[in-house]
């Protein structure tokens, strides 16, 4: 009986043990004890100063709303003929002209607190609510 190629792979196959099979890969994330040892870096660490205004605390984001909802009120309400129009756009201006410094949500304090210039934000507002205003007038 001669011997060939494939009869003799038969018999080594005999020979040898039984291969083992692999276990399954894991699918999800890794146990924590993994994942804790991992050298992460946040986008925070590559670009500290072009912070969104996401990540002020939440006491700098409620006077960024604040700010933003009186200049609002200036550039939109300054033409208003209703009485609550009106009186709405009245205070947020008094508001703004006030130089009180005392109460936490004075124009004074938001302005500081959010880095701002009062006085520079003031004339810039007051500016831009009297062109809107007279722009209005012209139509």
Same mark, same amino acid.
């Given at each position: 009986?001669?011997?060939?190629?494939?009869?003799?792979?038969l *018999?080594m *196959?005999?020979?040898?043990?039984?291969?083992?099979?692999?276990?399954?890969?894991?699918?999800?994330?890794?146990?924590? &004890?993994?994942?804790?040892?991992?050298?992460?870096?946040?986008?925070?660490?590559?670009?500290?100063?072009?912070?969104?205004?996401?990540?002020?605390?939440?006491?700098?984001?409620?006077?960024?709303?604040?700010?933003? =909802?009186?200049?609002?009120?200036?550039?939109?309400?300054?033409?208003?003929?209703?009485?609550?129009?009106?009186?709405?756009?009245?205070?947020?201006?008094?508001?703004?002209?006030?130089? =009180? *410094?005392e109460?936490?949500?004075?124009?004074?304090?938001?302005?500081?607190?959010?880095?701002?210039?009062?006085?520079?934000?003031?004339?810039?507002?007051?500016?831009?609510?009297?062109?809107? &205003?007279?722009?209005?007038?012209?139509?």
């Amino acid at each position: 009986m001669a011997w060939n190629g494939t009869q003799a792979a038969l *018999a080594m *196959a005999r020979e040898l043990p039984a291969a083992t099979p692999k276990p399954p890969k894991r699918r999800g994330r890794p146990p924590i &004890h993994l994942s804790a040892s991992l050298n992460l870096v946040m986008p925070e660490q590559y670009y500290p100063e072009f912070r969104g205004e996401g990540c002020l605390p939440g006491e700098k984001r409620l006077m960024l709303a604040v700010l933003h =909802d009186a200049i609002d009120i200036l550039l939109k309400h300054g033409d208003r003929r209703d009485v609550s129009g009106r009186r709405l756009y009245v205070e947020t201006a008094d508001w703004i002209r006030s130089e =009180d *410094a005392e109460s936490t949500f004075s124009f004074v304090n938001v302005c500081e607190t959010l880095g701002l210039d009062p006085s520079c934000v003031r004339g810039g507002v007051m500016r831009c609510s009297a062109r809107a &205003h007279a722009r209005l007038l012209r139509r």
